[in-house]
């Protein structure tokens, strides 16, 4: 059996295991990410009933994904700035994050902290070192958590509200969840384009 579906089995089970094991496997995608978070929150949204537990379940959800950012955020303080970049690095490279895109994340949350940690659980790959940017420049706990919290709510409740919107239409939550994050990335690319655009025309 693959490690990715040994996984998605194992985050199966705990998810089905009412909210306290939505709140488990939340935490356990979010500290490990061997398994895409859009399948598992897609699919705990398929297998909701009712408005009431939609909330609970993303509370629950939420809660998860949160404790598992402060993991990393603690992780982040103890390494420190050269630790933090090169496991960052290494293990961000395959997915385009290299050095110099993570300075530039490191300066952008020295300057706007709050804002930058929140918009960062929003993006893929990002989502997993935001935290441990935050620990290493020693941010405020409640800030930290705070934006994480929202940042998490957003990402997690995106999927989950979309599963349970789907659950009569669609049987396998992977697909959707892909073309979801592609959206996601399009946007992201557009959106980066135009900034960069408007830095270079107030520079020239």
Not at 154 to 174: Q, T, Y
Not at 180 to 187: A, E, F, S
Request: charged share 15%.
């Amino acid at each position: 059996m693959s490690p990715l579906l040994a996984s998605a089995l194992w985050l199966g089970w705990l998810s089905g295991g009412g909210l306290g094991g939505i709140v488990t496997a939340a935490f356990a995608e979010k500290l490990v990410p061997v398994f895409p978070s859009y399948v598992l929150y897609m699919g705990i949204g398929m297998h909701t009933i009712g408005v009431a537990r939609l909330c609970a379940v993303l509370l629950a959800a939420t809660t998860g994904s949160t404790l598992a950012s402060a993991c990393w955020y603690a992780l982040g303080r103890t390494l420190g700035q050269h630790g933090t970049e090169a496991l960052v690095v290494r293990w961000g490279r395959r997915a385009g994050l290299d050095a110099a895109r993570y300075r530039m994340l490191v300066e952008r949350c020295r300057s706007r902290p709050f804002a930058l940690v929140l918009l960062g659980q929003l993006v893929p790959v990002v989502r997993l070192c935001v935290p441990l940017i935050a620990g290493v420049l020693e941010l405020r706990s409640a800030t930290f958590l705070a934006a994480t919290a929202l940042g998490n709510a957003l990402w997690n409740g995106a999927f989950i509200a979309l599963g349970f919107a789907l659950r009569s239409e669609v049987r396998d939550p992977a697909p959707a969840g892909i073309g979801v994050v592609i959206v996601l990335l399009t946007i992201e690319t557009l959106l980066a384009m135009a900034w960069r655009h408007r830095r270079q025309r107030q520079a020239s």
